[in-house]
């Protein structure tokens, strides 16, 4: 069942082989997102298809602004220049008993055990005056958000391998995706993978469009060329020719003007075909570079999320070894000091429609679920 959109999720509208730049906008608590030259559209309740099928029958024959320096300075978008993709999804709630309640980024994959994790997890005592009661709770959190971190850097590697197509994808690396997400995530991370290919291959695809209609505009050109280039030996032939006519009294002077007329101007187009050719061949090394800047930005963009991913890791890492010092410490004392039960409960839906109910911690979450954590201290 396609994801349907709702309040608070970001999305982004890229205008393929165009300007302007992608806009990002987030869906308002009415329902509604805008775009500019396009307008306002009701997105609550749609799936992303949905909402994109209407905005691309909205797009038909709008003028945007091209790119700076490319002729004309207006284009028209049809539903081929556009590609509309959920950039974020409204944030997870976690409130109850963890470290730190609020609001939760949403990670496709991750588990009702990994969001609380990100909550900071369970706190057992409310003000945290027993850390090493917490630590058991608090370390299986970070082990499942160092799962999804892992999750997402190898995703990143399969993109930077550049396949052309989820289908290029090998099973084995299908395989450890389910390892690290479960079946489920890992359709997510495919489906996530073959958006980003979708998206690379279709802005590929636009500008190389270009430079064919830039190829075949130059071979008329060269040929128009060839053919101007013979009219105007020929001109130049009969002029010369007409001109000794003359000398013999021959011929008059308004033939005489006539052919030189006609050799000019078989001259200036020949000159005008010369710098049309140039201006061509111009645009196709623009749009060559444009294609090598595009496929540069794509990996860059990829290694600074490895980056960002890789220093987030290293810091989780240490808070690990924190956790596993601290249960270490405690010589398995604190299994032995107080008996508790931890409950999650879990509210999913739009705000006049929403169900709660009792969650496992290996459960998937949703965008927008408002995940509740209570602790009870058992009697012995």
């Known amino acids: 069942m396609p994801y349907r959109l709702q309040p608070g999720d970001e999305l982004s509208l890229s ?12 869906i308002g608590p009415s329902g509604e997102i805008g775009f500019p030259y396009l307008g306002t559209f009701f997105a609550a309740g749609l799936s992303l298809g949905d909402l994109e099928r209407e905005i691309e029958q909205a797009a038909v024959g709008v003028e945007v602004p091209n790119l700076p320096g490319r002729d004309p300075p207006f284009a028209v978008l049809n539903a081929e220049n556009l590609f509309l993709e959920i950039s974020r999804f409204r944030p997870i709630t976690i409130i109850g008993q963890v470290a730190q309640p609020g609001a939760v980024e949403f990670a496709p994959g991750m588990s009702v055990r990994g969001a609380i994790g990100a909550g900071g997890g369970v706190e057992i005592f409310q003000g945290g005056t027993a850390p090493a009661l917490e630590a058991p709770a608090q ?14 850097l190898f995703k990143n590697e399969i993109l930077l391998r550049a396949p052309t197509s989820v289908e290029d994808i090998p099973e084995e690396d299908v395989a450890a995706l389910s390892e690290f ?18 998206e690379r291959t279709l802005a590929i695809q636009a500008l190389n469009t270009r430079i064919e209609l830039v190829d075949q ?3 008329r050109l060269r040929a128009a060329f060839d053919n101007y280039s013979s009219a105007s030996v020929t001109g130049e032939e009969r002029l010369a020719r007409i001109l000794e006519m003359m000398d013999r009294g021959l011929t008059t002077e308004e033939t005489v003007n006539n052919v030189r007329l006609a050799a000019l101007a078989a001259s200036t187009r020949l000159l005008t075909i010369e710098s049309d050719i140039f201006g061509s061949q111009s645009e196709r090394e623009r749009l060559l570079a444009e294609i090598e800047r595009t496929e540069n930005e794509y990996r860059t963009d990829l290694f600074s999320q490895n980056q960002d991913l890789n220093r987030e890791l290293s810091q989780l890492e240490g808070r690990i070894e924190g956790l596993q010092a601290v249960l270490l410490g405690s010589g398995g004392a604190v299994s032995q000091q107080v008996d508790t039960s931890v409950e999650v409960f879990i509210y999913r839906g739009s705000p006049d429609a929403e169900e709660g109910r009792l969650a496992a911690m290996n459960e998937a979450v949703q965008p927008g679920d408002i995940i509740e954590v209570t602790v009870t201290m058992n009697d012995d």
């Open 181 to 198: 997400l479960g079946d489920e995530g890992a359709s997510a991370a495919i489906e996530e993978i073959g958006l980003a290919i979708s």
């Open 15 to 26: 205008y393929l082989g165009l300007g302007p730049a992608p806009h990002i906008a987030t």
């Open 217 to 219: 505009r130059i071979e």
């Open 139 to 152: 370390l299986r959190a970070a082990l499942e958000l160092r799962r999804l971190l892992r999750a997402s």
